[in-house]
Structure formats: structure tokens, C-alpha cells
Nanobody
Framework: QVQLVESGGGLVQAGGSLRLSCAAS????????MGWFRQAPGKLRDFVAA????????YYADSVKGRFTISRDNAQNTVYLQMNSLKPGDTAVYYC??????????????????WGRGTQVTVSS
């Protein structure tokens, strides 16, 4: 069982930046692939980014490539999402996810097992 707690959401103007954090409560954090998803009002939850267990490989949705960066600190049991050049279309609840068995590059296809409660990101125009 892994508990995930997101933080760092808020209100930002278009063009601005935010950094989301997700703290995981597990002694074997480095054995989990990690990712971020988002859900805008009235829409389905979408894949955003994922990172491998070591942190050496990443995978992004086309809509955020070049603007968002996912990273992890296995010593701190934390995964991050640095979001730059934010657009109003990025407004959503952002969820952290983890899975012991899924590889990071399958997160756009398969649903990870563990989820946080989400953090709201609002981008004003």
C-alpha cells in the first residue's frame, strides 16, 4: 500500500510556472514507477507525464512536451512536476500516481494502481 499526497497547486497567470510535489509513504519508493495525470472539469482524466523507477527515463503527453518536466528524488520519496509556460488549457486537478508493476512508458495506456487525492491548478488568461 502506498499513500500519495500532492502539493503545490494554485492560481497562476498564463505564461507562469508552478511546481507540483507528490510525497509517497513507502519504504520502497524506488521500486515504483511514478506519474502525473490531470482532469479538467467535465473531461476524463488524462495522462500528463511519467518517470521510471530510477528517474533516468521520462515520458510525456504531446500537449505538455517541452513545457513540463517530471523528476523524482528517491532519497526524499518525492516526485515533482515542473510546469512552465502554463496555459489556461492546463487548468485541472492534477493527480499523482504510482505502480509497482507498470513501466513508466505504459502510463498513457494502463491505469496505475495508487493515486493521490489531487491538487488544483488554475491558469488565468
Amino acid at each position: 500500500q502506498v499513500q500519495l499526497v500532492e502539493s503545490g497547486g494554485g492560481l497562476v497567470q498564463a505564461g507562469g510556472s508552478l511546481r507540483l510535489s507528490c510525497a509517497a509513504s513507502t519504504r520502497t519508493f524506488s521500486s515504483y514507477s511514478m506519474g502525473w495525470f490531470r482532469q479538467a472539469p467535465g473531461k476524463l482524466r488524462d495522462f500528463v507525464a511519467a518517470v521510471s523507477r530510477s528517474g533516468g527515463s521520462t515520458y510525456y503527453a504531446d500537449s505538455v512536451k517541452g513545457r513540463f518536466t517530471i523528476s523524482r528524488d528517491n532519497a526524499q520519496n518525492t516526485v515533482y512536476l515542473q510546469m512552465n509556460s502554463l496555459k489556461p488549457g492546463d487548468t485541472a486537478v492534477y493527480y499523482c500516481a504510482a505502480d509497482h508493476d507498470l513501466d513508466y512508458n505504459t502510463y498513457a495506456t494502463y491505469q496505475p494502481k495508487y493515486w493521490g487525492r489531487g491538487t488544483q491548478v488554475t491558469v488565468s488568461s
